[in-house]
């Protein structure tokens, strides 16, 4: 297994996390237990969660998991904090002290660990100054409940102005960024790349699938797949679009051409780009764990890279696939 430094820490992590978003909810706990398993099998060491991944159902899986198989020890385990966790309180969510200090303590009860390898900001908020943030993740890696700190779909500029403030106050600075990146959205190149490899920041980007568009399911023929979720809603209408069945199409017939299935070209290609630590895939079955698993083993050329160039937009979009992903102030309907 090849083995990646998490940023500038010296932390080895595998290529590939194990993402947990589908965990309580659509996968069942016992069947997400199973697929913990199957992942420490096949050698991976990192796993990502959140505390609101329904409604910290996720954490309490990957909890039980890890204390079934005695593993906590071997893996790298991140999770993360900013969504609402009660609807009708206003100060059970965001990114001030009160907040962030009590969900840390929830979310290793639920995860039964003494630490929090990398515990990270789940988005950026403009009304709460990042000093306020920074403070609170740098008493608790004092005090040892958390030891990295680190960040998702922030802006360059967001993430230099707190590499700022950590600097100025002396405080413990983000070691890793969470942005959504994959073939038909690819606009973290353009400003984010260089910003984290200039200060040695690790990259782990969620939905490298674009939330299941890349796996092939969807045709240009025949677009609509019942159980998917790009099958109704806001989705629709936004992924189906003749130059983003381009893309799939390359995918596929490159997919074909080397043996392997189009979501597992399309997570090697992202797991090989310059910048990037290991992306985040995220199974609901053990099913398409298998099938993530065998992205380790696709090897991604520059001729494959200058193929899928051509049909997609280098530092931009084929399609910007979540709005809030804007790289800018942010207002969040969470």
């Given at each position: 297994?090849?083995y990646?430094?998490l940023?500038?820490?010296?932390v080895?992590?595998?290529?590939?996390?194990?993402?947990s978003?589908m965990?309580?909810?659509?996968t069942?706990?016992?069947?997400?237990?199973?697929?913990?398993?199957?992942?420490?099998?096949?050698?991976?060491?990192?796993?990502?969660?959140?505390?609101?991944?329904?409604?910290?159902?996720?954490?309490?899986?990957?909890?039980?998991?890890?204390q079934?198989?005695?593993?906590?020890?071997?893996?790298?385990?991140?999770t993360?904090?900013?969504?609402?966790?009660?609807r009708?309180?206003?100060?059970?969510?965001?990114?001030?002290?009160?907040?962030?200090?009590?969900?840390?303590?929830?979310?290793?009860?639920?995860?039964?660990?003494d630490?929090?390898?990398?515990?990270?900001?789940?988005?950026?908020?403009?009304?709460?100054?990042?000093?306020?943030?920074?403070?609170?993740?740098?008493?608790?890696?004092?005090?040892?409940?958390v030891?990295?700190?680190?960040?998702?779909?922030?802006?360059?500029?967001?993430?230099?102005?707190?590499?700022?403030?950590?600097?100025?106050?002396g405080?413990?600075?983000?070691?890793?960024?969470?942005p959504?990146?994959?073939?038909v959205?690819?606009?973290?190149?353009?400003?984010?790349v260089?910003?984290?490899?200039t200060?040695?920041?690790?990259?782990?980007?969620?939905?490298?699938?674009?939330?299941?568009?890349?796996?092939g399911?969807?045709?240009?023929?025949?677009?609509?797949?019942g159980?998917g979720?790009?099958?109704?809603g806001?989705?629709?209408?936004?992924?189906?679009?003749?130059?983003?069945?381009?893309v799939?199409?390359?995918?596929?017939?490159?997919?074909?051409?080397?043996?392997?299935?189009?979501?597992?070209?399309?997570?090697?290609?992202c797991?090989?780009?310059?910048?990037?630590?290991?992306?985040?895939?995220?199974?609901?079955?053990?099913?398409?764990?298998?099938?993530?698993?065998?992205?380790?083993?696709v090897?991604?050329?520059?001729?494959?890279?200058k193929?899928?160039?051509a049909?997609?937009?280098?530092?931009?979009?084929?399609?910007p696939?979540?709005?809030?992903?804007?790289?800018?102030?942010?207002?969040?309907?969470?």
């Open positions: 297994m090849e990646r430094s940023g500038r820490t010296g080895q992590v595998t290529p590939l996390c194990l993402g978003m965990f309580g909810g659509k069942s706990e016992a069947d997400a237990m199973d697929i913990v398993d199957r992942a420490l099998d096949r050698g991976l060491n990192f796993i990502d969660t959140a505390n609101c991944y329904n409604a910290g159902r996720s954490e309490d899986a990957v909890g039980k998991a890890l079934r198989n005695g593993l906590r020890d071997r893996i790298v385990l991140a993360k904090v900013f969504a609402p966790m009660d009708e309180d206003p100060n059970m969510r965001g990114n001030h002290r009160r907040h962030i200090v009590q969900q840390c303590e929830a979310s290793l009860r639920r995860l039964q660990t630490r929090i390898d990398l515990y990270q900001i789940h988005r950026p908020m403009s009304n709460i100054p990042i000093d306020e943030t920074l403070r609170a993740l740098d008493d608790l890696v004092r005090a040892g409940k030891l990295y700190i680190g960040t998702s779909t922030f802006a360059a500029w967001q993430l230099v102005e707190s590499l700022w403030a950590s600097k100025e106050y405080l413990n600075r983000f070691v890793t960024e969470q959504p990146y994959n073939l959205d690819r606009r973290i190149e353009k400003e984010l260089p910003m984290a490899r200060y040695g920041m690790a990259l782990l980007p969620w939905s490298p699938l674009a939330g299941g568009f890349l796996t399911k969807y045709t240009r023929t025949a677009p609509k797949d159980e979720r790009h099958a109704k806001r989705f629709y209408g936004e992924h189906f679009t003749d130059a983003a069945f381009d799939v199409n390359c995918l596929c017939e490159m997919a074909d051409e080397r043996g392997c299935t189009p979501s597992q070209l399309a997570l090697a290609w797991m090989h780009q310059p910048g990037v630590t290991a992306p985040i895939c995220g199974p609901r079955t053990m099913e398409q764990m298998e099938d993530n698993l065998g992205a380790l083993d090897l991604v050329t520059d001729e494959d890279r193929r899928l160039d049909v997609t937009v280098p530092e931009g979009a084929v399609l696939n979540y709005y809030e992903a804007d790289f800018g102030p942010h207002t969040y309907r969470w």
